[in-house]
């Protein structure tokens, strides 16, 4: 098993920057891919961000590109998200995701979930 505990959510205003982490501990050697994922109040959990195990690889949603960076310290078994120019929009609670094959931003292809943070930003 996995256990995935994010941290560094919070309340910002427009415009303003936040860094999510995601700490993995438990059998992390099984991990591949990583995501960001994140739920609006009365909406449905949709794709952030990917990356792949070597970091290589990333993706990101439309809505979030050129302004969150996903990145990984495999050695610290730590997965981040820094959001940028945040917009009252991103308001969500924001959940870190791993898989134990490939990466991407298929939802179902995830295994272990963390229990998410909140994310207010305010206009």
């Known amino acids: 098993q996995v256990q995935l505990v994010e941290s560094g959510g919070g309340l910002v205003q427009a415009g303003g920057s936040l860094r999510l982490s995601c700490a993995a501990s438990?059998?992390?050697?099984?991990?591949?891919?990583m995501g960001w994922f994140r739920q609006a109040p009365g909406k449905e959990r949709t794709f952030v961000a990917a990356?792949?195990?070597?970091?290589?690889?990333?993706d990101y949603a439309d809505s979030v590109k050129g302004r969150f960076t996903i990145s990984r310290d495999n050695a610290k078994n730590t997965v981040y998200l820094q959001m940028n120019n945040l917009k009252p929009e991103d308001t969500a609670v924001y959940y870190c995701?791993?898989?134990?094959?490939?990466?991407?931003?298929?939802?179902?292809?995830?295994?272990?979930w963390g229990q998410g943070t909140q994310v207010t930003v305010s206009s």
């Open positions: 990356i792949s195990r070597s970091g290589s690889g990333t």
């Open positions: 438990g059998r992390t050697f099984s991990l591949d891919g």
């Open positions: 995701a791993g898989r134990t094959t490939g990466w991407g931003h298929f939802i179902n292809a995830y295994n272990y």
